[in-house]
Every structure is written in structure tokens, then in C-alpha cells.
């Protein structure tokens, strides 16, 4: 059986959950103010059901966050939660082009 990188065995997991850092210093990461449920992170529902996929954080951020010039550049495995039995597969996030691009001149301009 397939194992995840803390060396668990991979299961169907049910949210994604992109990891992207704001900028080099890595001491902040994306979050937005949901209208009704407070802050919270970008993150779906793998509707699919397949094992953890990594083009889900992708799609997310595209779909929540209007953010589309990323790539996977680790996967940091899955993390079962222990609410309602999910399992959330984890990504590190980046720009394709990182030199050139972060989240204060994507949001702000």
C-alpha cells in the first residue's frame, strides 16, 4: 500500500488544503475572512474520491482565491483530522515563477 510522507498508509482523502507562504520570510500564509465562518484557509473537497491529489490545491486556489500561476512544490502528506473522519492532503505551494512574483503584487498590485 502506498505510504504518505509521515509514513502512514495513504488513504482516500476527502479535502486539499495548498500551502502558500505571502512571501520569502515564511511567517505568513494565505488566509481570507469567510463572511459567516470567520478566517480561514483556502481549501475543497476532493468530489472524486481518489487518493490525495495534488492538482487539487491547485484548483482550489485557482477556484477560491483567483490564483492560477502556481505549481506543487512538496507535498507535505496527509493529516487526519479526527473531525468527521477527514483526511486532508497538504501541498506546498509556489509561484511558477518565484523571482518574479508574490502574494502583496498578486493581491495588491
Partial sequence: MEKDQGENPMKLCGQGLPVVFRDSS????????????GRQLVKGRNRAGRKC????????????????????????????????????????CTFQDPASRDLDSLLFG
Wanted: hydrophobic content about 50%.
Fill in 26 to 37: 515564511l511567517q505568513q500564509i494565505l488566509a481570507f475572512e469567510h463572511p459567516k465562518a
Fill in 53 to 92: 491529489p495534488a492538482p487539487l490545491a491547485l484548483r482550489e486556489l485557482a477556484e477560491e482565491a483567483g490564483i492560477a500561476d502556481m505549481a506543487i512544490a512538496t507535498d507535505l502528506g496527509t493529516w487526519h483530522s479526527g473531525h468527521n473522519g477527514h483526511i486532508w492532503s497538504l501541498q506546498l
